[in-house]
């Protein structure tokens, strides 16, 4: 209902002549509304602004609810605090639309003067997509009361499908890296039950190192997770965001539409809140463009994506949970120690439990393995697992560093190269120093310390790392070009000399043709 100063407005404006849609348009009401007052008498308008104060409305029992939250956060949309009504009230469904929500909360805000701040972002329109074909990433940040009144940041990985707009979203407290980011996506296709044919990313430097005229060059992580995940990239210019035609931001939603203005407690339980949220709101709200309900578009999307790996399903659907391995080699699972190799521990190592009916699994959170399985135990303070005796290695990893330098030529980088390897995975020393002799056999030497330089510098130091650089630095032609080789000609044309002809012949034909044309 309009005020008493609106309504004098419209009366005046209706006297001097003005139409409807002028008054509307002065005021900045809707013209139904100017209609609705326009032959009203001011005793109707009193009666009826008494009728209005004394009616009871459905949301009326959460008018404290949201009168605080106005007060506190001016920037709230009703959107969220209907999404905070049904959260704190345990429902699915309220007694009242959210349609009529919002006619609700802008009655309060004008009453009590609330003035939204208002920003606004342009996007390019997309064409619609086929189910499965497509989704894009986003990530960002936001900073977070904290249950001590300090604030702190939490970083957010969001994906959404581009034809049914079903959204994933994942916090960490910690900024993304590539083996985060690589981690994100495993839980992502899980929560889908698989992958689209191509992914859209803002171009990052935890995905990219450079880009060369249209000619991308990945992380080498990244890279490696691409050989594995075999989906297609579309990677949008880096200065340029909007360049995607972003359907929609999916964090911005994430941060404004569940993150901002909550207490964060702790990153497991936000991210339980966010996926309920997800399930209660997000994926569940008919979407402003498409007007459908993305898990219900989805629910028929999901048959066109392709299955992931055994592995990478295995672990995320685990919740991934990520568990941090001790220094003593335990993970703690449900009040149970579960043992895992000595050297399997490094300074922030976690992993993944796969959990079975029967058994336990420790895994690798990139690479997949398995570093010990155990059977499931339901008692509690149990430590499960025999105690593995070390091997007397010393001797012969010495001999294999030994040979290694030599191989190297001595070079002043080998050292510190095997000392990071060591230091980062002793309990793979051994294998890593053979699969290191091995690339000797396959690769010249130049290039292998070539190769070596470049880990160095990039500060990768595994095997893996060594072989993925040398086959890089052979691609951009380290190594001498090789003469060109060209065929002899057959012995049976030797001594042959093509025919010649007369000019005459080519001057007739060129007559003719003039003659024709």
């Known amino acids: 209902m309009v005020d008493w100063m609106n309504y004098s407005k419209i009366q005046e404006q209706k006297r001097k002549g003005f139409k409807k849609s002028q008054i509307a348009r002065k005021l900045g009401i809707n013209r139904e509304t100017v ?8 005793a109707e308008y009193a009666a009826r602004f008494e009728s209005a104060k004394n009616r009871t409305k459905k949301a009326d029992p959460h008018k404290d609810f949201v009168m605080e939250c106005l007060l506190k956060y001016p920037d709230m949309s009703a959107a969220q605090l209907y999404d905070w009504i049904k959260e704190r009230s345990c429902l699915e469904t309220l007694a009242f639309q959210e349609r009529c929500f919002r006619d609700y909360v802008k009655s309060i805000r004008e009453e009590y003067d609330i003035r939204k701040p208002e920003t606004s972002r342009q996007y390019e329109a997309m064409d ?23 604030h702190k940041k939490v970083y957010c990985f969001g994906m959404v499908m581009t034809h ?23 839980k992502a296709f899980a929560f889908f039950g698989g992958r689209p044919q191509e992914m859209v990313y803002d171009q990052d430097k935890i995905l990219a190192v450079s880009e060369n005229n249209g000619d991308i060059i990945y992380t080498e992580r990244f890279q490696s997770y691409l050989n594995e995940a075999k989906f297609d990239i579309f990677l949008c210019h880096g200065a340029d965001p909007e360049s995607k035609g972003l359907i929609e931001n999916v964090v911005k939603y994430a941060k404004h539409g569940f993150a901002e203005h909550r207490i964060f407690r702790g990153i497991d339980s936000f991210n339980a809140d966010c996926i309920a949220w997800l399930k209660r709101t997000g994926n569940k709200k008919v979407h402003g463009t498409t007007k459908k309900i993305p898990a219900e578009v989805f629910a028929l999307e999901k048959e066109y994506l392709i299955p992931v790996s055994e592995y990478n399903f295995a672990v995320a659907v685990n919740d991934s949970i990520e568990y941090q391995v001790r220094k003593d080699n335990i993970v703690l699972y ?13 300074p922030g190592k976690k992993v993944f439990m796969v959990v079975e009916e029967a ?19 339901h008692d509690k303070g149990k430590l499960i697992g025999q105690k593995r005796n070390d091997r007397d290695t010393n001797k012969s990893l010495l001999e294999q560093e030994r040979m290694i330098q030599q191989l190297f030529q001595e070079d002043r980088l080998v050292t510190p190269f095997l000392e990071h390897i060591h230091q980062e995975k002793p309990r793979y020393y051994r294998d ?68 010649i002809r007369d000019l005459s012949v080519y001057e007739h034909a060129m007559e003719r043709s003039v003659v024709s044309g």
């Not at 209609?35 to 001011?42: A, F, G, Q």
């Not at 619609?128 to 300090?150: F, K």
């Not at 049914?164 to 495993?186: C, G, M, N």
């Not at 058994?359 to 059977?375: F, K, R, W």
Request: aromatic letters at 12%.
């Open 359 to 377: 058994s336990i699994s420790v895994t690798d959170i990139l690479t997949g393995e398995i570093y010990a399985t155990h059977p499931l135990c």
């Open 35 to 42: 209609s609705v007052y326009w032959d009203m008498t001011p």
């Open 432 to 499: 890593q120093l053979g699969a290191i002799r091995q690339l000797f056999e396959d690769w010249n030497t130049e290039l292998l310390i070539h190769g070596l330089h470049y880990c160095s510098e990039k500060e990768l130091y595994s095997a893996g790392d060594l072989k993925s650089s040398i086959i890089y630095l052979a691609q951009l032609k380290i190594e001498p070009k090789k003469k060109e080789k060209f065929t002899a000609l057959p012995s049976k044309y030797r001594g042959t000399a093509p025919a």
């Open 128 to 150: 619609e997509l086929p189910p499965g074909r497509q989704a894009q990433v986003d990530m960002g940040e936001i900073s977070l009361e904290t249950t001590n009144g300090r």
């Open 334 to 346: 449900k009040g149970n120690r579960y043992r895992v190799p000595k050297g399997t521990y490094s």
């Open 164 to 186: 049914s707009r079903y959204k994933y979203i994942l916090w960490q407290e910690k900024p993304f890296t590539t083996d985060t980011f690589v981690q994100a996506h495993i």
